[in-house]
């Protein structure tokens, strides 16, 4: 094979390589952005546990100061009740000892009430401790894989380079030239002929210009898609030229 044909062929297999290289790179981000937003929802949820435990806590505690305010109304009435002279001042202060332990009761079963709550928000809590533990094992795990991950693609993108600039060096300035004009144009700068047709865009070769370019032994560009042309021989084939 022409020795530009071959160092052309793997000029765009080297180019091929940066692109996926890159491509993997360029994911990077967004797969971190991914972590960060899974590890900040079970921060969130943790924190929104916390506080409506804090909330129900706070409420309980001022029924209760509610209730020993209550609790200390009725024993006022009680030791008023000793004092009063007439019917009708006892009827009025046992209705009032009345009215505040009815008041009592209702905050007695609204204490009882967020007692309950409080066990399952607790219980709730813990859970989203839980939650969020897991996740931030997960978080660093999947943050120390992916940094692993872009090291080596670092590594492997600078290893493409440098074989490419070798590549480069050594062909000469026309080719590399007619090579980075086309790949610009068509994305790849090389095709494979192969059944009389350019396996890139499809143009059916001329005979004369198919049997030419099956020897690999010049450069041949596409008249459609002015892709280098090169031509792999079938295993068949191939092994016959080796006996
Ligand atoms: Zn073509």
Do not use: F
Not at 2 to 8: I, R
Not at 18 to 33: F, G, N
Not at 79 to 104: C, F, G, P, W
Not at 225 to 238: D, E, F, G, H, K
């Amino acid at each position: 094979m022409n020795s530009d044909l071959a160092k052309l062929i793997d000029l765009q297999a080297t180019d091929n390589e940066i692109k996926r290289v890159e491509a993997a790179l360029q994911d990077v981000p967004r797969r971190q952005t991914e972590i960060e937003a899974e590890w900040a929802l079970a921060g969130a949820q943790l924190t929104a546990a916390r506080e409506r435990l804090a909330a129900a806590q706070t409420r309980r505690r001022g029924n209760e100061g509610a209730l020993q305010d209550l609790e200390s109304h009725r024993s006022k009435y009680r030791s008023q009740l000793m004092e009063v002279k007439t019917n009708r001042e006892y009827q009025a202060m046992l209705h009032e000892i009345e009215s505040v332990e009815r008041d009592i009761r209702g905050i007695e079963d609204r204490i009882i009430e967020d007692m309950e709550a409080g066990e399952g928000l607790s219980a709730a809590l813990t859970r989203e401790q839980q939650t969020l533990a897991e996740s931030e094992k997960r978080h660093q795990h999947a943050i120390g894989e992916i940094e692993t991950q872009k090291r080596a693609l670092d590594e492997q993108r600078q290893r493409w380079l440098t074989e490419r600039a070798a590549l480069a060096a050594m062909l000469p300035a026309e080719l590399i030239e007619l090579y980075t004009r086309v790949a610009r144009l068509r994305g790849a700068a090389v095709a494979e002929a192969r059944d009389g047709t350019c396996q890139q865009c499809r143009m059916v070769l001329r005979p004369q210009m198919y049997v030419e370019l099956k020897r690999n032994d010049q450069i041949v560009q596409c008249p459609s898609c002015s892709r280098v042309l090169y031509y792999v021989p079938p295993p068949a084939a191939a092994a016959d030229a080796h006996l």
